[in-house]
Each structure stands twice: as C-alpha cells, then as structure tokens.
C-alpha cells in the first residue's frame, strides 16, 4: 500500500509547535491578519526575491486580487494555458475579461510561447502562465512577448514556490518575481501548505502592493471609508502561525521532492522495458525544479491508474481535460483538439505520489507495480 500523499508524514514534529501557536492565536484575539501574517509576508518576500508579498484567502483570490489590481476590464483578454486548475482561467471572467487557451510544451508541460504569440490580438490586456507541478514556465521567451506587445505579466506560482527559471540576464530568478505580480497558493497540498486556505500575491512594485493591500479588505482606507472596489481576502492569522513555523523546513522539503524524484527516474531507468510504454517527466536543463507533482504519460493511463488502485497505490490524474473542454467555457467554441498537446496530454497523464516522508520502499513498490501491469 502507498498513498498518493500523506501529509501528516511532514507536519509530525512540528505539531507541539503548532498547537502552541494555535493556543497563543485564542488568547491574543487577533484572529484575522495581524503580527504572524505580516511577519509571514517578510519571509515570502524574502524568499521570492520580491520588494514586496501580500497575504490573502486562498490562490484563487490571489489570481482575482492581481487581475483586479491591473484593472482588468469587461472585453479584456488573458491568455492562459488550457492545461492548468479552474482558477487561472475562472479569475478573468470573474471580472468580465475573456480566457484565450494556449497549448503546452510536450516536454515542460507549460505554456507554449509560440502558441501565446500566435493569440495575442488587440483586445490581450495579459499574458498568466502557471509553473505547474513545480516546474518555471519558459519566462525569458514570456517575458520578451510580454515586453513587445506592451502586456502585463502575472505569474500562477500556486504549485511552485522557490522554483526558478534563468531570464535574458542569464540569472536564475525565483518564480513570482518575474511578472508584475506573483500568486501562491497555500492549500495544503502545496509543497507549502496551510491547515486551511490561504494564499498571497508577491510584486516589485510599490503601488501594486499598497493596491493589492486595498483590495484585500474592501478597498477600505481608513474604516468604511471605501477607494476602490475590493473583496474581503483577508488571511486568517492561524494559518500565519502554520506557514511561518513550517516556512524554515521549506527548502529541507523541497530537497527531499527532488531526491525522490532523481530516485524515480533512477528505478525506471532499471527497467528497460518500460522505456517506451512511459514518457518520464523531462527535467529542465536550468533552473530550479520543486516537483509538487512526479506525472508520467502512457497511452494506457486509466488500465494502469485501475490496476494500480487495486493494489492500493495511490495516484491522481491532473488533469484529465483541458479547461477549454470544460462545459463552462463552451461559449468559447473550442474543439477539443484545438489544443493538440494539451489534448493528448490530458488523456495520458498520471501522477506518482512525491512528498515528504515518502519512502524509498514505497517508490520502489510504485514502480515495481507500474512494470507488473506492463508485464
Ligand atoms: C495552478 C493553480 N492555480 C490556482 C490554484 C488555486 O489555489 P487555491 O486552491 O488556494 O484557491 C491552484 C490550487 O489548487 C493551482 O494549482
């Protein structure tokens, strides 16, 4: 038996530390925002490499928050991968604007640059590309298109912190200090995780943060005095309390994803006759890799995921279509195969357990039982 995640395994020593936080939480009866959010805002700022991080409810309302703060507007277009979670592409028609899909890269699995080129018309406001499953999208060859055509660049980095991509000034740059805003995600099964929901926005950019800021509650400066239109975003402060006490075991973590994820590709490495039944995931020749999700492709993708649940080896498909196959995004008029790669891709991911605490007994089970289905 493996789990596909087990996330008590990393949160075990840290629990006295917690529950203490918890306690001190109730007595201080500063429940909401508060000491331990800013305090947590200085530590992501810091880490990303940002002037600036604004906490906020989840990584939906991050992506909400950052297209409010540019002043997205009804007509306006976002392009945004097909092969992403609901919410980068449900933020822009929240607000009236309208999702333009972009294919993926088949190696990367992030958003094509040529594709997002080839879609920018004179209504694209954005371009959001999301580092997914912990790995940069191609930011140098976004960034020079965002540049050109004069759009604004917001970074999906819910499943993604500390990853980094090398930009044109040959640097690595961690992911949400390249656009105009970053958007993170703290839901527990990020590689960063709150007891809860939580999320945050990171910026270079002062007014974008004091707007960011404003929006979180209300656009209300000072008490019901309301500038602009905002929405009640605000971070609970015990799940403060979580992120800045795990926040030090972050990088240990991520470590520890990617020596799983080496031990992956070592043990089918082992296994010559797998080589052409799965497409391992392609590792980026720069930068740095977080590996929230280890996704493998094969043609056999649901007999596999079946046979593999019936010996009780937990896997998960993300995703299994592209948003632009999702039945509220049909007034779009996207054909399924529009998208070629997100399309194929979508049909044959599967998702091998990667977290903390995962053993090498159970990754070695993992792949033992995918070679006995292809026996
Ligand atoms: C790529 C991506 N964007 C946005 C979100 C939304 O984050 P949240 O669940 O915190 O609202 C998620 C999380 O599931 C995600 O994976």
Not at 254 to 270: C, G, H, M, P, V
Not at 285 to 308: A, H
Not at 343 to 368: D, K, M
Request: hydrophobic share 45%; charged share 20%.
């Amino acid at each position: 038996m493996v789990p596909f995640l087990d996330l008590s395994r990393h949160v075990a020593s840290l629990k006295p530390a917690i529950k203490e936080g918890l306690a001190s939480v109730v007595d201080s009866g500063i429940f909401v925002l508060g000491p331990e959010i800013a305090q947590f805002e200085k530590n992501l700022a810091e880490y990303c490499g940002t002037r600036f991080a604004v906490a906020c409810a989840s990584g939906s309302e991050a992506l909400l928050m950052a297209l409010m703060a540019i002043d997205l507007k009804p007509g306006d277009e976002v392009i945004v991968p097909s092969f992403t979670f609901f919410a980068t592409a449900s933020a822009v028609v929240r607000l009236g604007g309208t999702p333009v899909f972009a294919d993926i890269c088949p190696d990367s699995l992030n958003m094509d640059p040529a594709d997002v080129e080839r879609k920018i018309t004179s209504r694209t406001r954005a371009i959001l590309p999301v580092h997914l499953f912990g790995r940069a999208a191609d930011m140098e060859k976004l960034d020079a298109i965002a540049k050109a055509h004069g759009l604004e660049l917001i970074e999906d980095c819910a499943q993604a912190i500390g990853a980094e991509a090398v930009l044109a000034d040959g640097q690595n740059h961690r992911v949400g200090s390249m656009g105009s805003i970053g958007c993170f995600s703290f839901y527990p099964t990020k590689n960063l995780g709150t007891m809860g929901d939580g999320g945050a926005l990171t910026t270079q950019n002062e007014a974008l943060a004091e707007k960011l800021k404003l929006l979180r509650g209300h656009g209300m400066q000072p008490r019901y005095f309301h500038k602009i239109i905002g929405i009640n975003g605000r971070l609970d402060a015990f799940q403060g309390i979580v992120l800045n006490q795990k926040f030090p075991f972050l990088d240990g973590w991520t470590a520890e994803r990617q020596q799983i994820a080496e031990r992956y590709l070592d043990l089918f490495k082992s296994k010559p006759a797998l080589a052409d039944k799965i497409q391992l995931p392609a590792q980026a020749s720069s930068g740095r890799m977080v590996w929230n999700q280890f996704c493998i492709c094969t043609n056999e993708r649901n007999d596999l995921e079946k046979f593999l649940a019936d010996r009780k080896i937990g896997t998960a498909i993300y995703y299994p279509f592209g948003l632009h196959e999702q039945e509220c995004f049909r007034y779009l008029n996207y054909a399924p195969e529009d998208l070629p790669v997100t399309y194929r891709v979508s049909r044959s991911i599967l998702a091998l357990p990667i977290f903390p605490g995962l053993t090498s007994a159970e990754q070695e089970e993992v792949v033992e039982g995918i070679a006995e289905f292809y026996k």
